[in-house]
């Protein structure tokens, strides 16, 4: 498996603000926004102890302009996407400085009509793919349509398998 590698981060978590959309000179939608993740865990001493991850994320094209249109703070929402990280010199230190954000490839709304999100996926890149509603990967959330009438709801017979 010589020369292959992976980039790809998975989260799940809660905006912790509402997100900044603007636009390249070329007309290009850019969403930023902080997502937090949550973690729980037993101290030393048997204690509960929560621990909360900052991310900075990047949007870019349609899925950008979802964000803008259906994300605020408190949205939980299901995101794919790669690490990129930038660096500069600071203008008053000029020291090098750091950073990593996630760049999203895929974006699921996971809160209900409530919470100001409606709930579906959608899919972008940096490279402007457009976005979808449904189906994509395995994270789809409708409700699964009803068998059709003309199926047969009694036990699976050896006449039923196709080989």
Same mark, same amino acid.
């Given at each position: 498996?010589?020369?292959?590698? %992976? $980039?790809? %981060?998975? /989260?799940? !978590? $809660? /905006?912790?603000k =509402?997100?900044? %959309?603007?636009?390249?000179p070329q007309g290009?939608p %850019?969403a930023?926004?902080? /997502?937090a993740?949550?973690e729980r865990f037993? =101290?030393k001493d048997g204690?509960?102890? =929560?621990?909360?991850?900052? @991310? $900075? #994320?990047t949007?870019?094209a349609?899925t950008?302009e979802?964000v !803008?249109?259906y994300l605020k703070k408190?949205?939980k929402?299901y995101?794919e996407?790669? /690490?990129?990280t @930038?660096?500069?010199d =600071?203008k008053?230190s000029?020291?090098?400085k750091?950073?990593t954000?996630i @760049?999203v490839?895929?974006?699921v709304l996971l809160?209900?009509?409530?919470e100001g999100? !409606?709930?579906?996926?959608?899919?972008?890149s940096s490279?402007?793919?457009?976005?979808? +509603?449904?189906?994509g990967? $395995?994270?789809?959330?409708?409700? &699964?349509? &009803?068998?059709h009438?003309?199926a047969? +709801?009694g036990?699976i017979?050896?006449?039923d #398998? &196709?080989?």
């Amino acid at each position: 498996m010589a020369g292959k590698s %992976v $980039n790809k %981060v998975i /989260l799940i !978590g $809660n /905006l912790g603000k =509402d997100p900044e %959309v603007k636009f390249t000179p070329q007309g290009t939608p %850019v969403a930023k926004f902080s /997502l937090a993740t949550n973690e729980r865990f037993k =101290d030393k001493d048997g204690n509960w102890q =929560d621990r909360t991850e900052w @991310h $900075n #994320i990047t949007a870019w094209a349609r899925t950008a302009e979802i964000v !803008g249109e259906y994300l605020k703070k408190g949205s939980k929402v299901y995101i794919e996407g790669s /690490l990129r990280t @930038h660096s500069w010199d =600071d203008k008053t230190s000029g020291q090098k400085k750091y950073m990593t954000e996630i @760049h999203v490839n895929d974006l699921v709304l996971l809160g209900g009509r409530g919470e100001g999100t !409606g709930s579906g996926e959608f899919s972008g890149s940096s490279r402007g793919a457009g976005a979808s +509603a449904g189906g994509g990967n $395995n994270f789809d959330q409708r409700t &699964p349509e &009803p068998e059709h009438a003309g199926a047969s +709801a009694g036990p699976i017979t050896d006449e039923d #398998i &196709p080989f």
